[in-house]
């Protein structure tokens, strides 16, 4: 099988072995669509630190190629929810989706419903990840404020919509300096710098909630007296339900048209990261032959 792999030398995109399921725990999914995602391009920038060789990808949908003895049946449609028990992570400790072929726990799949397509269920994680903003307990008759101008801050927006949120402000990344002051009784960050948690800060109202959900990996500053003074709450938001995500597509709750960008083959992988590196309002993808 083809797999594009990060190595000491970089991405290279290589001919390896299919994997096989070894027990009654596991399945072998073949891959249909794959996003590539912000995690994966500091990945494959070294900006995370992953071992090496790896698989990356995360966010994947396909249909089951081969299992153990634990239920599933070849040819179902499935979702694959990355966070395994342990902290393990598809595509960041283990190898991931960027492949022909990826072998997965059974515990980590979810029946992709006929009506949505592998582009959509590759879309899931995303959603599924915003969903954790609902375990901060903020308030949905409060004002908010969603800091970023990418895909993430729109479907984060959407979520909360879906979910009775109706007082939320957005702003871009380069507005952090005009925002209005004492105004929010949350803010949610999808876009971390080093010197924006000040200008969120000073956001929020006293008492208010700081929703912190962007994987920047480097260091921020912290102004810990501005932090006291106003007494705010810093939440740091996990994943919330994959099965939620899945509801909500399938109901057709939530419009993406608008979010999913560009397919590539693996062949094709460096035109890809690029872009993705490039332009964070769409979600490029990785499609794979039937």
């Known amino acids: 099988m083809q797999a ?60 089951i190629a081969d299992v153990g003895a634990n239920g599933f049946s070849p040819g179902e449609r499935v979702a694959v ?4 028990p342990g902290q393990n992570f598809l595509g960041l400790n283990r190898d991931g989706a960027f492949a022909d072929y990826v072998l997965v726990p059974a515990s980590a799949l ?9 582009l959509e269920g590759a879309y899931l994680e995303p959603v599924a990840a915003v969903l954790g903003i609902l375990k901060t307990g903020i308030d949905p008759k409060g004002r908010g404020l969603i800091y970023g ?27 952090a300096d ?9 803010v949610i960050e999808s876009h971390l710098e080093e010197n924006t948690v000040s200008a969120l800060l000073r956001a929020l109202r006293p ?19 501005q932090a006291i003074e106003k007494e705010v709450t810093f939440h740091a938001a996990g994943s919330g339900s994959f099965a939620e995500a899945i509801a909500m597509l399938a109901k057709r709750e939530l419009v993406l048209n608008d979010l999913l960008g560009t397919c590539y083959g693996l062949h094709d992988f460096q035109t890809a990261f ?5 332009n964070e309002s769409q979600k490029s993808f990785f499609v794979f032959p039937n």
């Open 81 to 84: 929810d990355p966070g395994l």
């Open 110 to 118: 979810y029946a992709l419903p006929a009506q949505l397509s592998f």
């Open 207 to 225: 008492g208010g909630k700081m929703i912190l959900r962007s994987r920047f990996h480097a260091r921020v500053y912290l102004p810990l007296q």
């Open 274 to 278: 690029d872009q993705a590196a490039r």
């Open 149 to 175: 101008d990418n895909r993430i801050a729109r479907l984060i927006a959407r979520v909360l919509q879906c979910r009775g949120f109706d007082s939320l402000d957005q702003a871009a990344a380069d507005q």
């Open 178 to 186: 005009r925002l209005e002051q004492d105004a929010y009784d949350f």
């Open 4 to 63: 594009l792999v990060k190595t000491r030398a970089g991405l290279e995109l290589l001919d390896l072995s299919c994997p096989r399921p070894g027990n009654g725990s596991q399945v072998l999914i073949s891959v249909r669509a794959a996003g590539i995602c912000r995690m994966d391009v500091y990945a494959a920038q070294g900006r995370i630190p992953v071992p090496e060789p790896l698989i990356l990808g995360h966010e994947f949908s396909g249909i």
